[in-house]
């Protein structure tokens, strides 16, 4: 919920210290299995059931990494591996498919490795907010000074268990429009708005202690005025970009409205909205007012006609809005299906580990199942 | 092109210096008859066919100004005054119609009144940005620094006919999102944005003096990509402020998208756009490259099905574009109708005085004529 870009695009190091909670692997997950074997004549890796490059820059970042801290450890081993992974949710709809992906392979690899200590640095080196992931709860990544990274990684603020009342709600938007990918967007930001360099030195630093703060005491109505702050401001140096970069739509804003509204309406701070580098808004909230926010929502933003599978996630029941509400809710209706669907989740506690080989991506050869 | 907000709400001082084109009243213009006579019992005031309430602080402001002005120059005159006023473009609709409307009213008491010197003091009372349009060509209003405003007034940096191939086409687009009116948006803005004191201190006037050499110098390549950069900061500091406010919807910033693709794939820069506090995109280019634009402004926004009036303003013929060029355009089409309508016109030389019994909006007595 502190969003950042880079200082460093081959080392990825951000401009920023950032915020971020990790979800629960119940409701979104990557899933990776990780093989090695005197066997394999090569390194492979397959995503979502297709093969893919495993030249891939960032990907052989993290394996260089890994091989480095085995073999740092003492733990020498030169067989090739094999990777398999899939998402449960879409990819690049700016849900945080690549950042759950390298943090759930690095911790797959970390395990097969062996490898002790930090691991959130080696998730970084294949994408940056992957750092955040390797740990549950709500987790800050240091931007460090050190200009190798050394001093670069992620630390958990405080385990799931600390706000166990914290809800979150995905909601996926109807989208057509093109988006300039997150990475390319960051650089063209970094170098050219005139006001980003204003937010990274005298913006984030002091908000991100205040969410920290606002975490560690359990502070929502900071906590989630500082979310919405800080989303509002990503996106506003996006704008500033030259050309700018646009990542919300009409129903982004018509959603953000909606949560200003809302809250105006209730006379208090119930939910707060942020935006990754996409469209869809994810709004948290505490458990008690989950039911009468979502309630609202499907008065306002109505589900798509026919939608079998709106509500994704855990299972909760909207409480219908009073007439009183209503009306103090100065919002217009909008017609079915400005949301496709939405995901009811909670914080998680970060990487699982799968004994059982019923889940596994790769039969006993190495070849992949169950992994599209 | 440079846009501002205000430091002070009751006097209108500006933020910032901000820049200005004045717009040809042959296509647009706000046209006002004032009257004067003994017979008048009180001051009345009709906008658009409909009487106001003449008690209007900034129609106040405006006429205790001209009152104030006409006695120190000797002139002591306590009739009543009748006004009658009308635009000949929809108002409220982010083409600066409240600029237009003081402007032409300041001009026409003025002319009443007798006042001799600096007449932008007067429009700036009424609306801000209204002192900018009492002259013509590109104008200048500069913020300046006494508490009392008596320094912060427009200048004109050329005439028209300095720069007379600059044309400007104003694309009209769909609409049915509530705004935030720009008074309450710029001073929530002031209150609330992170970034605007650094827009304000560190970018703008590096920028408007920027801008105004570019104007000097008929450098339409420094003007256009200013004019850009200006529009997107201040949007961006419009999303920075708390709870935000947005202007531009999904069809601005498709417009926004189709004007970086087209100069890119012309490998120039040959159209810029710019937003005030609304949707509708004001475009900037050169009389020579305006077919070609329309041409391929009509491709890929094709106007609306059984539009009679899709066109308006200077007449122009869109020459279609290439398949060469269409297909180095990496853009989509839209389907009909995200434009409303355009309207092509040119820089003005700001008030011009009617002398025509015809013309006038008040009839002998002072009832209003000719005024819906």
């Given at each position: 919920m502190i969003l950042g870009g880079k200082r460093d695009e081959s080392l990825i190091l951000p401009t920023n210290d950032s915020i971020s909670a990790t979800l629960d692997t119940a409701q979104l997950h990557a899933k990776t299995t990780v093989m090695i074997s005197p066997d394999f004549k090569e390194d492979r890796?397959?995503?979502?059931?297709?093969?893919?490059?495993?030249?891939?820059?960032?990907?052989?970042?993290?394996?260089k990494e890994i091989r480095k801290r085995s073999q740092l450890s003492g733990h020498i081993n030169d067989w090739k591996i094999r990777?398999?992974?899939?998402?449960?949710?879409?990819?690049?709809?700016?849900?945080a498919s690549s950042a759950a992906?390298?943090?759930c392979l690095t911790a797959a690899l970390a395990k097969l490795y062996k490898i002790e200590g930090d691991i959130s640095i080696i998730a970084r080196s294949g994408s940056g907010s992957a750092c955040r992931s390797v740990m549950g709860g709500f987790v800050r990544w240091y931007m460090g000074s050190d200009k190798n990274g050394t001093d670069s990684?992620?630390?958990?603020?405080?385990?799931?268990?600390?706000?166990p009342e914290m809800r979150i709600l995905v909601l996926v938007v109807s989208d057509e429009q093109k988006k300039v990918p997150s990475a390319i967007g960051m650089k063209r930001c970094i170098e050219t708005s005139q006001l980003v360099q204003h937010r990274i030195m005298h913006v984030v630093p002091e908000r991100a202690n205040k969410m920290q703060q606002a975490i560690v005491e359990k502070d929502y109505k900071n906590f989630a005025e500082l979310t919405m702050k800080d989303s509002n401001q990503f996106h506003a140096v996006c704008l500033d970009t030259y050309p700018p970069c646009i990542y919300m739509n009409n129903i982004s804003n018509n959603i953000m409205n909606f949560v200003h509204s809302y809250n105006d309406a209730v006379n208090d701070v119930k939910v707060a909205y942020t935006y990754d580098a996409g469209p869809n808004a994810t709004l948290y909230l505490l458990e008690k007012d989950v039911p009468a926010v979502i309630g609202v929502l499907d008065h306002f933003f109505p589900p798509p006609e026919n939608s079998l599978?709106?509500?994704?996630?855990?299972?909760?029941?909207g409480i219908k809005p009073s007439q009183g509400l209503l009306e103090k809710l100065k919002f217009?209706?909008?017609?079915?299906?400005?949301?496709?669907?939405?995901?009811?989740?909670?914080?998680?506690?970060?990487?699982?580990?799968?004994?059982?080989p019923q889940d596994h991506l790769l039969d006993d050869q190495g070849n992949p199942i169950n992994c599209s």
């Open positions: 890796i397959w995503l979502n059931g297709k093969e893919e490059d495993i030249k891939n820059a960032r990907l052989q970042n993290c394996l990777i398999c992974s899939k998402n449960n949710f879409p990819t690049a709809a700016g849900l992906g390298y943090a990684l992620a630390k958990q603020i405080v385990p799931a268990s600390h706000w599978e709106y509500r994704r996630g855990l299972p909760v029941e217009q209706k909008y017609p079915p299906g400005q949301l496709k669907y939405m995901i009811y989740t909670k914080i998680g506690d970060g990487p699982k580990y799968l004994n059982n």
